[in-house]
């Protein structure tokens, strides 16, 4: 039994002009590619800038801390219940006067606001069942959100408060 080895070298291929081509066309082909992936991607989930514009939003920061301090003065304690269910998710609001009497004549509205994407957020419809307490529901909601209440008396804004919560 004999064993045969050849040792033929392999010849180099060459490089031509048209391979320096079609390289160069291939790679900013796969770039460009992988840039409209990226931008299609970005631009499909992105769900809307907080605010419109700056500059007005700017000038209205000066009537949020003056409406922040009327709201101190004021000393109302507002709870909150949120609890998610089979047929939705439920939203108590109990608000009461510096001695604990209940509120009346209140307007109340509720928020679920989704802290990356604005396209899902939530309203909730909320009614005065009793003086000071209100309730409303949504459908259901699980994960992180911001709760954000509002209570105003004859279309003035007398309390808001936002916070977060984490819903199961």
């Known amino acids: 039994m004999s064993i045969r080895t050849d040792n033929v070298a392999r010849q180099p291929r060459e490089v031509t002009g048209r391979m320096v081509f079609v390289w160069i066309v291939g790679f900013f082909a796969i770039v460009a590619l992988v840039n409209a992936v990226m931008i299609r991607a970005a631009v499909s989930t992105f769900g809307g800038v907080e605010t419109e514009n700056a500059y007005q939003a700017g000038l209205a920061f000066e009537r949020e801390i003056?409406?922040?301090?009327?709201q101190d003065a004021l000393h109302w304690s507002v709870q909150a219940r949120v609890a998610a269910g089979t047929g939705g998710t439920e939203l108590e609001v109990i608000?009461?006067?510096?001695?604990?009497?209940?509120?009346?004549?209140?307007?109340a509205t509720g928020r679920l606001v989704h802290p990356t994407d604005k396209r899902v957020d939530h309203v909730v419809a909320?009614?005065?069942?009793?003086?000071?307490?209100f309730n409303g529901a949504t459908e259901s909601v699980v994960g992180q959100w911001a709760l954000v209440i509002?209570?105003?008396?004859?279309?003035?804004?007398?309390?808001?408060?936002?916070?977060?919560?984490?819903v199961r």
Do not use: H, I, K
């Open 126 to 133: 909320l009614r005065e069942r009793e003086p000071g307490r």
């Open 95 to 107: 608000a009461t006067d510096a001695v604990g009497r209940p509120l009346t004549g209140l307007t």
């Open 66 to 70: 003056a409406a922040a301090a009327a």
């Open 150 to 166: 509002e209570l105003s008396r004859d279309g003035t804004r007398m309390f808001r408060s936002r916070n977060r919560l984490f």
